[in-house]
Every structure is written in structure tokens, then in C-alpha cells.
């Protein structure tokens, strides 16, 4: 009888164990679908991954020479829709969202909308990513370390997105792969 009880004493022990350990690995994988299964943040480990942008906010003013060499402007974007993506060098995440902005960005342009990357990271301009990014989107812009259009529009995580309508104003912008796969329609 005694061996019975530390038996069922045992099983109890190692049940809440298993219980408590799938707790924090359900809680790890949300955070990581959250950031877009480990994108590249700025903020602090385990931060919500939303962009600043608010749906109140119109693209600020800015002005940035694309891969191409022309000039680029806030100016560029506005009466019509506008798609812009954030990614960084340094981010999984970025590479393997590239195939789903790039359908966007397509179907934005079937509708007469335009797509603007802009690729963060030294060295940037010569990157895989920005020359993959420049065969299937409208714009690409190369930003180093500094992150001044990063910045400038409130990102604090990779890929982040953000869609514009032909006033200027956010219609919706998210944060990570899971943000782009599921927030983000064609207009």
C-alpha cells in the first residue's frame, strides 16, 4: 500500500512538471509567432512585436536615393496606394517573407498602386535581399546601421509593413511573417 501512495505521489510530481514545462514552451511560441518566428527586433527580448505606425499616421517626410539612383520622396507614394516594407540583413524572417511581400506587392501594382522596400543593415545596397527585393518590388532603398527611414516611421522590428492609402494615411501596418501572411490584402 505504502509503495502505491509514493507511487501515485510520484506520477502527480512528474505531471505538474510536464505541465509546467509546456506552459513555458506555449508562451515562448507565441512570442515567436508574435515577433514573426524570431525577426529581428530592436526593442527588448520578448517585446510585442508592433510597429509604432498607428492608423492615424500619414507617411512622414522623407527623401532617400533608390538602388536605381533616383530620387525618392514621400512625394513618390502619395496618390495612390502604397505598400512599404522594412527589412533587415540580419533578420531570418526578412528572407522568408520576401516571397509573400513580393505577391502584394504585385497585386498592388496590377490595381496602379506602388511597393517600396527598404533593406536596413551596412552594406546593405549590395545585399542577396535588396537585389531580391529589387526584382520584385517597385522601389528599393538601402539604409546602413543608422536607420534613419527605420526610425523615421516607427519601426522597432523586422519585417514590419505598413500600407498606405492615396492620402497618405496607414490603413494597416503589423510586424513580422504571421502580420504579413495574414493583415495584409491587396487593395
Known sequence: MMFAVVGLVLVGIVGLLNLAILLVVLRRWRELEATGGGGHSHGSPGAEASSTVRMIDRIPNFSARALDGTAVTERTLLGREALIGFFSLTCKAC??????????????????????????GDDSAGSELAA????????????????????????????????????????????????????????
Request: charged share 15%.
Open 132 to 187: 531580391t527585393l529589387n526584382e520584385v518590388v517597385d522601389i528599393v532603398i538601402a539604409e546602413d546601421s543608422k536607420a534613419e527611414l527605420s526610425k523615421l516611421y516607427g519601426t522597432k522590428h523586422y519585417p514590419t509593413y505598413a500600407w498606405y492609402g492615396p492620402n497618405g494615411l496607414v490603413t494597416t501596418a503589423g510586424a513580422g511573417i504571421a502580420a504579413l501572411r495574414t493583415e495584409l490584402i491587396a487593395p
Open 95 to 120: 528572407v522568408e517573407a520576401v516571397p509573400l511581400f513580393a505577391g502584394h506587392a504585385e497585386r498592388l501594382r496590377a490595381a496602379g498602386g506602388t511597393s517600396l522596400a527598404i533593406v536596413h
